[in-house]
């Protein structure tokens, strides 16, 4: 797990798709406390526990939208009863989830008395909707600044921590090259010798 941090809004994405770490299993969005001090610590509302499910979907199909960013296959995150997602075989489109869920949270454009616009969720959402409209309103922020493509979920099938790319040709791979990227390196050399 690496400490690349992504900036602006899209660290509100990146430690979304954080709060399940798959490694140990660990999942924040299982625990009431843990959901309230991540909505908190954003500034977001509360949820009503019946909503946890659709911040898990949420979660996994951002995701699955990260693993494509850093060159994977495309594949389909089903979250389990349990509130954890895992990947479960290619997906045509990974974005089809991810679209349908960010349809619920719709954003205004506004400008303020300066001039500047922004996308801001439109004033009447509440709970998840409003949620997913802060996530569409930092991914659209992402864009329009050149860094949502650089936001990355690992390689690494026990690891698919979301990092934020900084190396110069955007192209790695693993959240990091010293634990992630050196076992499957020494993985595939041990493939290697078995099969030669």
Request: glycine content about 10%.
């Amino acid at each position: 797990m690496s400490a690349d941090n992504a900036p602006g809004g899209l660290a509100l994405v990146q430690e979304l798709v954080n709060t399940l770490d798959v490694e140990s299993g660990r999942d924040v969005l299982a625990s009431p406390g843990e959901t309230a001090e991540f909505l908190e610590r954003h500034s977001l509302p509360r949820l009503p526990a019946g909503e946890i499910t659709e911040l898990v979907r949420l979660r996994e199909a951002l995701r699955a939208v990260l693993l494509v960013h850093a060159g994977h296959l495309p594949t389909a995150a089903v979250p389990a009863r349990t509130g954890t997602g895992a990947a479960n075989g290619p997906a045509a489109d990974p974005t089809a989830e991810l679209n349908r869920l960010l349809g619920a949270g719709p954003l205004l454009l506004r400008v303020d008395p300066g001039g500047a616009a922004d996308l801001v969720p439109v004033d009447h959402l509440l709970g998840v909707s409003f949620v997913t409209a802060r996530v569409a309103a930092a991914v659209a922020e992402g864009v329009r600044e050149g860094s949502w493509r650089r936001l990355k979920a690992c390689e690494a099938t026990d690891c698919r921590w979301a990092y934020y790319d900084r190396s110069p040709a955007g192209r790695r791979r693993w959240c990091s090259m010293r634990v992630c990227g050196s076992r499957a390196k020494m993985r595939a050399y041990r493939a290697r010798r078995r099969d030669g």
